[in-house]
């Protein structure tokens, strides 16, 4: 437990590079609000969707900020630092290691959108009742969390490809797209949407606007669900990827780190 | 004998490929059949110019890399198959500036890794303690290693590669790059943990570290270990001989296959040292050669010339020298 809880926390303070007060607003909180408030103005301006639609479904996208490119750096910058070899040479198991460190950007990811949330609430002036915060906490949580071990399935993919930036950059710019936070989701071609359903976000988004717009634990549950099956499954395959990339880096030296 | 690292017929070739549309596929033999054993809590040294194959050994041994070939067992677990048990046992150490997390300060990587290895929680405070007092740190903890010299750097690697007090220590090119004082400080407290009854297998490129801190060297090169003895037997190897040390400047680089061919001599190797260049010239012990060797390198500025008995690593040099000339 200590390695999942301490060893986490230590492994997120080394290896996140936007710890930094200046780095942390810029790029978690202000970027993302500016994003939302400008889906916002272009949602009313062309009417496809109301205020409700663009700030919630923004500020649970927010989250895929710190959990994508966090999940990323939390592999990705063990090559960078040249530590990657210190930490397979450990005996304990890759699971708790490197699942483990979803848990802080989970929790970071948390904050960014619950403040990202609130604040465009505020600017744009949409109520959200307070009866509806414990659902719309619940909506964050588990994206967040679904969201960080999608991080993770692209860090662990760090392990074989040098190169692990360009696919977090280009998956983000796609959520953007295909999460049916900005684009409903059914006007989409039916084959982005079904790349869009595989994603996190998407489906606690919905499920998020809901809860907004007063629906309860029932109406929502079926796409919170969906949404936690998808993090699950996304949990499942980093760790497949990290065995299977380990054994690949012993058998064919992809691991130049050392 | 109940030995820490056995390694039989150890084998690795690296293949990459390179190009899309037509495909090519390179090899490269980088340890080519490596046999030693070494002894628990005995202090074996494996040197070799670059690309010998030492840290490619390591890989093997501490279970980074898998063997193409060959066996190899720490303190009788396999390296393939008991990974776990392996690691276990075993701490590993390279030289150079990265290696540790930068943001961190030094105990923070040291009780993150003490996690990682496995430490009890209960011991973690009193070993971290115990390892910044060993490798001079203490004090120094709570800052960032980011800001840390290459030599306060070094010392860390050792501390973090000693934390779960394993039987057998790699230490790969410990001392690169780290000044004179803190290189002295390092072979203490290498010599210390051999002392203690570590198993340390230690690469290096300074043969005055190797003569004094090794019970045992290897001298790998080619990917084959070419001499395997104690410091002295290796410098009999030597014997026989002697050494014409010439300080030059400019030496054209077909010179040194002119001396080669002179009568008596055995091996002719230029050093660069700084602005200077320093022709070592061995040569069988009854010819004299300086007149004949200075009179080759007509036209070069020469300094200071002496003539003096061979060391270990001379007997290194003509090791390595004989083998390029095998593989060549």
């Known amino acids: ?258 | 004998m109940d030995y820490a690292i056995e390694a039989e017929g150890l084998r690795r070739t690296y293949r990459s490929r390179t190009g899309w549309l037509r495909p090519r596929t390179t090899e490269v033999h980088a340890v080519r059949g490596v046999d030693l054993t070494v002894g628990r809590g005995e202090l074996f040294g494996l040197l070799g110019p670059n690309g010998a194959g030492k840290t490619t050994t390591i890989k093997m041994l501490n279970t980074l890399l898998i063997p193409s070939a060959g066996t190899a067992r720490i303190c009788g677990f396999d390296v393939v198959k008991q990974t776990r048990e392996v690691r276990r046992r075993i701490g590993y150490v390279f030289g150079g500036d990265r290696g540790l997390y930068e943001r961190l300060t030094a105990l923070d990587n040291l009780r993150y890794f003490a996690e990682l290895y496995g430490v009890p929680a209960r011991d973690q405070k009193r070993r971290i303690a115990e390892l910044l007092e060993l490798v001079k740190l203490t004090g120094r903890e709570n800052e960032r290693v980011e800001g840390y010299s290459r030599g306060m750097r070094q010392r860390l690697h050792i501390a973090r590669g000693l934390l779960h007090e394993p039987e057998v220590i790699f230490l790969d090119e410990p001392s690169i790059g780290v000044d004179p004082v803190a290189a002295r400080d390092l072979r203490a407290t290498v010599a210390n943990l051999a002392a203690t009854g570590t198993t340390v297998l230690l690469t290096t490129h300074y043969m005055a570290e190797a003569d004094e801190l090794c019970d045992r060297i290897a001298v790998i090169s080619e990917g084959e270990i070419q001499a395997l003895g104690t410091p002295a037997e290796l410098r009999h190897r030597a014997d026989g001989r002697r050494v014409l040390e010439i300080e030059a400047y400019g030496v054209p680089t077909d010179a040194l296959e002119d001396l080669q061919k002179l009568p008596g001599v055995r091996e002719a190797a230029v050093e660069e040292r700084g602005q200077v260049q320093v022709v070592t010239v061995q040569s069988d012990a009854d010819a004299d050669v300086q007149a004949d060797v200075l009179r080759r390198l007509n036209g070069v500025r020469i300094g200071r010339v002496t003539s003096r008995e061979p060391t270990l690593e001379d007997a290194y040099v003509a090791i390595i020298a004989a083998a390029s000339r095998v593989a060549a």
């Open chain 1, 1 to 258: 437990m200590r390695l999942l809880g301490l060893g986490s926390v230590i492994a997120y303070r080394a290896l996140f590079n936007w710890t930094t007060p200046i780095v942390f607003v810029g790029s978690l909180l202000i970027g993302p609000l500016f994003q939302l408030i400008f889906f916002a103005y272009v949602g009313r301006e062309l009417a496809v969707g109301d205020d409700r639609f663009y700030i919630v479904g923004n500020a649970v996208l927010s989250v895929a900020w710190t959990c994508v490119f966090g999940g990323t750096m939390a592999i990705g910058n063990e090559r960078r630092f040249g530590t990657l070899g210190h930490v397979l040479l450990s005996p304990r198991s890759r699971t708790l290691i490197f699942l483990g460190r979803a848990t802080p950007y989970a929790a970071n990811g948390l904050l960014v959108a619950a403040v990202i949330l609130t604040v465009g609430a505020l600017l744009l002036g949409l109520h959200i009742p307070a009866s509806a915060i414990p659902l719309l906490a619940l909506c964050l949580a588990v994206s967040a969390v679904a969201c960080a071990f999608f991080g993770l399935t692209l860090g662990a993919l760090g392990l074989r490809f040098r190169d692990i930036w360009v696919i977090s950059n280009v998956t983000t710019a796609l959520m953007v797209l295909l999460t049916g936070v900005n684009v409903p989701f059914d006007q989409l071609p039916w084959f982005l949407r079904a790349i869009g359903a595989a994603l996190p976000v998407t489906h606690a988004a919905a499920a998020a606007r809901d809860a907004a717009g007063g629906a309860g634990l029932t109406g929502i549950a079926p796409n919170l669900l969906t949404e936690a099956g998808i993090g699950v499954a996304y949990a499942v395959l980093a760790a497949v990827l990290l065995r299977i990339f380990e054994a690949e880096s012993r058998r064919r030296a992809s691991l130049d780190t050392l």
